[in-house]
């Protein structure tokens, strides 16, 4: 089985799944830095090769890529583009209200950008609020705690933004894109610098990615983390929700 893209389908063909099925899954990303290494992109590929092969697995369609996110504390590298996550709140419950109308009751959401966390929970609280009958399914991927514990026993630590994890996972996605050789990071930075302004964190982590060692990532490792994802994902979709 392939992957099946909501954008490539018409709209009786829509009608006819939509008589047998109300799960879709949604993707969400950003564009920005991602270090010298990894394309402004990344946020956007990853959750977007997750939700290929959890479609190829299931048989669920993927709704077309929202490629912009809450982006703020990277504006000073070039690349970046960024909405506020009052836009993002806004936008998100629109989606979730008109997936709703079209007759999607189970909404998968496939997010790949931290900083829209804060928009998609206040979506999704708003929305389920209203549609009892409304199931909504908010992922995460680095949040994942399979994700954080195979870090820890396969290389020993978890890093963060443009680090060892979004490395690998895009040597397994789009490894055309990575450029290894140029993979630094910061390894004494913490998450918590993205209360900062956009100039400061520029200043603070120059390179654009934090973390120990990126370029100690593989397409193997990269490759594990996709697929505990994706199984863990699989189970939960084909599951009572």
């Keep these: 089985m392939r992957p099946i893209y909501l954008a490539d389908l018409s709209w009786p063909d829509v009608e006819e799944y939509l008589t047998r099925d109300d799960r ?16 402004v992109g990344t946020d956007n590929i ?3 090769t997750l939700a290929e092969r ?3 697995r299931t048989g669920i369609p993927i709704a077309p890529v929202m490629n912009y996110g809450a982006s703020e504390a990277h504006m000073a590298f070039p690349g970046t583009f960024s909405l506020s996550t009052e836009t993002l709140q806004a936008v998100y419950l629109d989606l979730i ?11 998968f959401i496939m997010n790949g950008h931290g900083g829209n966390i804060a928009a ?3 979506a999704a609280t708003v929305a389920t609020k209203v549609k009892k009958d409304l199931k909504l399914y908010l992922s995460h991927w680095w949040t994942e705690a399979r994700v954080r514990d195979f870090m820890r ?25 990575v450029r290894l050789n140029e ?28 973390g120990e060692n990126p ?8 490759e594990q983390l996709v697929e505990h994802l994706v199984r863990e994902y699989e189970a939960l979709i084909q599951g009572p929700w």
């Design 54 to 56: 959890l479609s190829t």
């Design 183 to 210: 993979a630094q990071g910061h390894a004494d930075i913490s998450e918590d610098i993205w209360t900062h302004s956009a100039e400061e964190v520029r200043q603070l982590i120059p390179l654009g990615a934090i």
């Design 215 to 222: 370029a100690q990532a593989t397409t193997d490792l990269g």
């Design 120 to 122: 998609w929970s206040w």
């Design 97 to 107: 209200q008109s997936s709703y109308r079209q007759g999607w009751r189970r909404l």
């Design 153 to 177: 026993e396969a290389v020993g630590r978890n890093e963060g933004h443009a680090g060892l994890e979004e490395t690998a996972m895009m040597m397994a996605a789009r490894p055309y894109l």
């Design 24 to 39: 879709l899954l949604l993707v969400t990303g950003a564009t920005e830095q991602h270090g010298r290494h990894l394309p």
């Design 46 to 48: 990853i959750p977007f």
